[in-house]
């Protein structure tokens, strides 16, 4: 089993900013990907930015410019930097990850609120 615990939600006012963290332990072998994804009330949950394990990484076109997604191999660790938080990033960021062994499997944090307000 796979572990994932976010931490770093909160509440911020428009233009602020906050750093989401999920660090990953249990039995991890080899991660192909790590990133973030949110779910908005009525809304679909979304990826929001991915890191592959070569380092390569994805943004979903709303958050180019003002997210970075980041990882410490070493501490198992995905990190999201968010800038200039705009009241429609407001949802619940989920964490995932994903490795290999012989298929994917994909495993999921327990997610964290993040609310954009004034």
């Known amino acids: 089993q796979v572990q994932l615990v976010e931490s770093g939600g909160g509440l911020v006012q428009p233009g602020g900013s906050l750093r989401l963290s999920c660090a990953a332990s249990g039995s991890i072998f080899s991660i192909h990907t790590m990133g973030w994804y949110r779910q908005a009330p009525g809304k679909q949950r979304e990826l929001v930015a991915s890191?592959?394990?070569?380092?390569?990484?994805n943004y979903v076109d709303a958050v180019k410019g003002r997210f970075t997604i980041s990882r410490d191999n070493a501490k198992n660790t995905v990190y999201l930097q968010m800038n200039s938080l705009k009241v429609e990033d407001t949802a619940v960021y989920y964490c995932n990850l994903v490795q290999i062994l012989g298929r994917a499997f994909s495993y999921w944090g327990q997610g964290t609120q993040v609310t954009v307000s004034s």
């Open positions: 890191i592959f394990s070569g380092g390569t990484v």
